[in-house]
């Protein structure tokens, strides 16, 4: 009975294992890193316009501060997009 | 079964080495096909570890004693629920869990980012699976867990450590060792990302929430071991109650720095150097914790485990080359991590944020140097010395006090440049509050301490810091969408998970640090020997010693525990407070160089705490009872069991059992003098509410905003984007 279990754990895990090497290589696009890194920095520029919304309505922002700013990170996402728009 | 575990253990390890070898070729272009598989090969190492888990689990929860490991930390008579938790009391059990923890989050990491960062991923696949070589390494060639005995398997096991018999055995070290495992996480991706030369926010998008993990199991794992010691083991005072916790401390202030550090990245793609050498810094300090646990190396309560020199080495060898490795790597890829932008004014969050980035160093480095200071001094003078609480005192006090004033400033400035204007109008009622604070403590009969006062003046800042974040955020929402301020709060809440978990966490800390300071400051202390009917006097209480007490536990017909106690009553001003109960616990040894009733006095020992916690103060009380005066009855009853082997073993177990019930009760009708410590500490209980606060905080900060909300607010932002493209562009 222990026997068969580790045989049968060890053909589980070759099995698994292997199987990606039994397909053949899917070629990439070699853009594809380039692209997560701009997503990842779209999601983060993003995240700071939202950011610096909830600073003004808080108090932590002048009005003249904030339009600045969000006019220069609204700018800066726009840039993001444009070399995300490049890549497709 | 045993077998079987072996071998599975055995197949992974010779997996974990396949993948480390098919995750570095597959990182090369055009072997895609490799790395897929060293990620497999995490998969099928995690099944095969799950699979060795379970069985030894199996082993102890039915008492298969041909398990050396259930022999020697479990019994028939051990409670089912502390079966299940001894698989970790022994050195290869608690291996084994870190293997497994290690394999189910590097299957949960690496199957998140399965479609994303292609060229980080293999090589922090291959970092995660060097962890895996290294602790299936030792779980096969140095700490089976599935040794067996030779010949039949014997009928009894020694049983648990009376020690670890404690609910928090179920969670304290499962939550300490996901910290340290979820830990290797970022550790890896970090690697990772230098060695691929991709420095950008994606590895630090995708493995935040890991830190935030760590940074959450480790505080759970804190937590649960302070309220343990509190409670079971006599505490020893801050800083004094176990130098393997404070380590668990070292990784847990450098993940709190990181996480604070990493949205500067994210925002302002400044502190790259900075946010990878704390990520390196965190993952070799919890290897270091993890290390400290199971090496014995440092006089500890979990000296329960046994010393392991060779365990010792190899893993300095381990935290040398993560060391060495983690320098080297920075150190090549320095013009990588340069900044992107400059901290525009010393009035901005960045720049606070780095200020208490640098004090939570500090910290780090004091609680380092203090917990390791016994080890240096020996290697330097050839004797053991300590650091004390009054040495970390010393640092950790105006430390703390500057990162509770920083901890309230960073929030309530924006991003860049803050305004002097906004920056009064933000800190007026803050300061108002720690003026406040001030004025109460001293009208409260405090005043004696400087640092506590001190502190509880920053505290009040940052809660008013906090407080006012939390009404601001809610009235600008309430104004938006036109909510009831309940609603509002709770929406703004759930929209900005990240951001007000974060400032509940500020809250929980200055209540935390409330307790501690004012635990420290104003405690009081005796250690009194009284006779049955004394009193003693502390902090303003009398403590009455009215009886002592006797019990004897018996679990499955054998004796597990004698109780030696005393009843106390607590009076204030003439009128009661409080009856305690405390007891020391004396649990009987195999040692069979003692005689046969020295074994059931002589063997482990446990406190139970008698304990009267309330908001305003905690009274705590814990005897030790002299058991001298029993010596000559105890010596006098092993030399007549031992002349009188020849008894058949029923007659012998009763005669034993009337014997010991003879002492007991001698205790009880003639108690020698016993030896208490009283504490009268205020404000414990904001230690654990804060604790708590904490946990709360972070667990809102790590919980994935509601996809719904996340589709709006893109949707929203891209459309203000295109918006804002398209006349740029006209």
């Known amino acids: ?25 899917r070629p990439e696009a070699a853009s594809a890193a380039r692209r997560a890194g701009l997503q990842a920095a779209k999601e983060a520029k993003y995240r700071e316009i939202r950011d610096a919304e909830l600073d003004w309505r808080t108090g932590k922002l002048s009005e003249r501060d904030y339009r600045e700013q969000d006019r220069r990170l609204r700018a800066e996402a726009v840039e993001i997009l444009r070399e995300l728009d490049e890549l497709d | 079964m045993a077998v079987v575990g072996r071998a599975c253990l055995i197949i992974a390890f010779v997996v974990s080495i396949y993948g480390v070898g098919a995750a570095i070729h597959g990182a090369r272009p055009g072997n895609r096909r490799f790395a897929e ?81 292609r060229d980080v991923t293999p090589y922090a696949t291959a970092v995660l699976l060097g962890f895996a070589t290294f602790f299936l390494g030792l779980l096969v060639f140095t700490n089976s867990p599935f040794d067996t005995v030779a010949g039949p398997a014997p009928v009894e096991g020694s049983g648990l450590n009376p020690l670890l018999r404690h609910p928090s055995m179920m969670t304290h070290p499962i939550a300490l060792y996901s910290g340290y495992t979820l830990a290797a996480v970022p550790f890896a991706f970090a690697i990772g990302a230098l060695i691929a030369r991709r420095i950008d926010a994606e590895w630090i998008a995708a493995t935040r929430r890991f830190a935030l993990g760590s940074w959450l199991a480790l505080g759970i794992g804190l937590l649960l071991g302070a309220r343990w010691s509190y409670v079971e083991l006599g505490w020893g005072g801050y800083w004094a109650w176990d130098p393997v916790e404070n380590a668990a401390l070292l990784p847990w202030l450098t993940a709190t720095a990181l996480i604070h550090s990493i949205q500067i990245q994210e925002k302002r793609g400044m502190l790259k150097i900075w946010n990878v050498s704390l990520t390196l810094a965190t993952g070799t300090l919890a290897i270091v914790g993890t290390f400290l646990v199971r090496s014995g190396i440092l006089d500890s309560i979990h000296a329960f485990v046994e010393q392991g020199n060779e365990i010792a080495w190899l893993f300095t060898g381990l935290i040398c080359v993560m060391c060495a490795g983690s320098i080297a790597l920075v150190v090549s890829r320095r013009a990588l991590l340069a900044s992107e932008n400059r901290i525009e004014a010393l009035l901005s969050r960045e720049a606070v944020f780095l200020m208490n980035n640098l004090v939570l160093v500090a910290l780090t480095f004091v609680v380092f140097w203090g917990t390791f200071f016994p080890l240096i001094s020996e290697a330097l003078t050839g004797e053991k010395h300590a650091l004390g609480p009054p040495w970390f005192g010393k640092y950790i006090v105006p430390l703390t006090i500057i990162l509770a004033v920083l901890s309230g400033i960073g929030p309530v400035l924006s991003w860049r440049r803050a305004t002097g204007l906004n920056a009064r109008r933000n800190f007026a009622i803050p300061i108002l509050l720690a003026g406040a604070a001030v004025v109460v403590s001293l009208a409260l009969g405090g005043g004696r301490s400087l640092g506590a006062e001190l502190m509880f003046a920053a505290c009040a800042f940052l809660l008013g810091c906090v407080g006012q974040e939390f009404w601001r955020g809610t009235r600008a929402r309430r104004a938006m969408s036109g909510e009831a301020l309940p609603v509002a709060l709770v929406s703004l809440v759930r929209r900005n998970r990240r951001r007000y978990g974060g400032y509940l966490v500020h809250a929980g800390v200055a209540l935390l640090f409330v307790g501690i300071a004012a635990s420290s400051a104003f405690q009081h202390v005796i250690t009194p020997t009284l006779q049955v009917g004394q009193t003693a006097h502390v902090g303003g209480y009398a403590i009455h010693y009215d009886r002592p007490t006797g019990t004897i536990t018996t679990k499955g017909g054998r004796l597990e525990r004698i109780n030696l106690g005393s009843d106390l009553t607590v009076r204030q001003g003439g009128k009661v407070v409080t009856r305690l109960h405390t007891e020391r616990g004396y649990y009987p040894t195999d040692d069979s160089s003692l005689g046969v009733v020295s074994r059931y006095f002589e063997g482990e020992q446990t406190s139970e705490v008698g304990l009267k916690a309330g908001a305003r103060r905690d009274i705590w009380t814990v005897v030790s009872p002299d058991t001298d005066p029993l010596r000559p009855i105890i010596s006098q009853g092993d030399k007549v069991f031992g002349d009188a082997k020849n008894l058949p073993p029923s007659m012998g177990a009763a005669l034993l059992g009337q014997a010991i019930r003879g002492i007991v009760n001698r205790y009880e009708r003639n108690p020698p003098p016993a030896q208490f410590r009283f504490i009268v500490s205020p404000l414990v209980s904001w230690i654990w509410f804060g604790a708590l606060v904490i946990l709360f905080g972070g667990a809102i900060s790590i919980w994935p905003p509601p996809g719904g909300a996340t589709r709006r607010v893109r949707a929203r932002y891209l459309a203000r984007v295109g918006r804002e493209s398209a006349a740029t562009t006209s």
């Open chain 2, 37 to 117: 598989s060293a990620r497999r090969s995490v998969y099928a190492i995690a099944g095969l570890v799950t699979f060795s888990f379970a069985i030894l689990e199996g082993a102890f929860l039915t008492s298969n004693f041909s398990f050396v490991t259930v022999v020697t930390h479990s019994s028939t008579t051990t409670p089912f629920f502390y079966k299940a938790a001894a698989a970790w009391s022994s050195q290869e059990g608690s291996l084994l869990l870190w293997a497994f923890l290690l394999s189910v989050w590097s299957s949960v990491v690496l199957t998140i980012t399965r479609n994303r960062l």
């Open chain 1, 1 to 25: 009975m222990e026997v068969i279990l580790i045989i049968l754990a060890l053909a589980v895990v070759v099995w698994v294992v292997s199987g990606p090497l039994r397909r053949a290589e």
